[in-house]
């Protein structure tokens, strides 16, 4: 009997603990998502660069704390300051549509400019901004022409590549193991695959080969350029390989 109580005792404080620590958990995780601050994001144009029809700059808020029956949004005011390449200041505040913000675009020479957008609390404007967000922008010339090939996202949230949309229908896969899986899929339907390793791409062949992972991308991506196939090179192991802006060029 005292062999079995031993046992037990240990075992209630263990559960104890575990019940204990998993309500503070639950709590933290409640309040991570219930207080946490709101977030503002440029989502278009994309990557920072202006182009000649872009009439507008767009902004979405994720905002965790939603009261039931209220509109977390109308709680908040946008201001946008704007200092364009020849030095000329721009500012406006801008009300939300949903969680939607846009700010009109003013006539601008091409060159880079300056962003900054604040998002405030409408009642505690004087307490100042609950997050900022600084960016550079790049104003493209009227006559710029980008290069064939160029794959951008318009005003809709629709790629395109070389100006017509482009919808991906492909494939999930590891590596391009041996030359029939590779010429089974440039003769496939499919218009782009997504390897989940793309660092370690490389056409099929001898798997010793010293390549980098720019090297072996560059391979698989001459193999698939006159099938019209495109691949999306999958970036969550990249944070760790070396590479210099020479290697990109």
Same mark, same amino acid.
């Given at each position: 009997m005292k062999r079995i109580g031993s046992l037990v005792l240990p075992l209630l404080l263990f559960l104890l603990a575990t019940a204990v620590y998993r309500a503070d958990f639950l709590e933290a995780l409640r309040r991570r998502f219930t207080q946490a601050?709101?977030?503002?994001?440029?989502?278009?144009?994309?990557?920072?660069?202006?182009?000649?029809?872009?009439?507008?700059?767009?902004?979405?808020?994720?905002?965790?704390?939603?009261?039931?029956?209220?509109?977390?949004?109308?709680?908040?005011?946008?201001?946008?300051?704007? !200092?364009?390449?020849?030095?000329?200041?721009?500012?406006?505040?801008?009300?939300?549509?949903?969680?939607?913000?846009?700010?009109?675009?003013?006539?601008?020479?091409?060159?880079?400019? !300056?962003?900054?957008?604040?998002?405030?609390?409408?009642?505690?404007?004087?307490?100042?901004?609950?997050? !900022?967000?600084?960016?550079?922008?790049?104003?493209?010339?009227?006559?710029?022409?980008?290069?064939?090939? !160029?794959?951008?996202?318009?005003?809709l949230g629709r790629t395109l590549v070389d100006g017509t949309p482009f919808l991906p229908i492909g494939l999930f896969l590891s590596h391009f193991h041996d030359e029939n899986d590779l010429e089974l899929l440039l003769d496939s339907d499919f218009n782009c695959f997504m390897p989940y390793h793309s660092p370690g791409l490389r056409s099929p062949g001898d798997p010793t080969r010293a390549l980098s992972p720019l090297e072996g991308a560059r391979e698989i991506l001459d193999a698939l350029q006159p099938h019209g196939k495109k691949l999306i090179y999958s970036l969550k192991g990249l944070h760790d390989i070396p590479c210099t802006f020479a290697d990109v060029r």
């Amino acid at each position: 009997m005292k062999r079995i109580g031993s046992l037990v005792l240990p075992l209630l404080l263990f559960l104890l603990a575990t019940a204990v620590y998993r309500a503070d958990f639950l709590e933290a995780l409640r309040r991570r998502f219930t207080q946490a601050p709101p977030e503002i994001a440029l989502v278009y144009p994309t990557q920072g660069t202006i182009p000649p029809q872009a009439g507008f700059l767009r902004f979405n808020i994720c905002q965790m704390k939603t009261p039931r029956g209220k509109n977390p949004y109308g709680d908040y005011l946008l201001q946008i300051s704007l !200092t364009d390449p020849k030095g000329n200041f721009h500012q406006e505040t801008l009300e939300w549509d949903g969680h939607e913000a846009r700010f009109p675009l003013p006539p601008m020479p091409p060159g880079r400019a !300056t962003l900054t957008a604040m998002l405030l609390e409408r009642e505690k404007e004087d307490q100042g901004p609950l997050q !900022t967000l600084q960016q550079q922008l790049l104003i493209l010339p009227q006559d710029y022409a980008p290069p064939p090939g !160029t794959t951008t996202i318009d005003s809709l949230g629709r790629t395109l590549v070389d100006g017509t949309p482009f919808l991906p229908i492909g494939l999930f896969l590891s590596h391009f193991h041996d030359e029939n899986d590779l010429e089974l899929l440039l003769d496939s339907d499919f218009n782009c695959f997504m390897p989940y390793h793309s660092p370690g791409l490389r056409s099929p062949g001898d798997p010793t080969r010293a390549l980098s992972p720019l090297e072996g991308a560059r391979e698989i991506l001459d193999a698939l350029q006159p099938h019209g196939k495109k691949l999306i090179y999958s970036l969550k192991g990249l944070h760790d390989i070396p590479c210099t802006f020479a290697d990109v060029r």
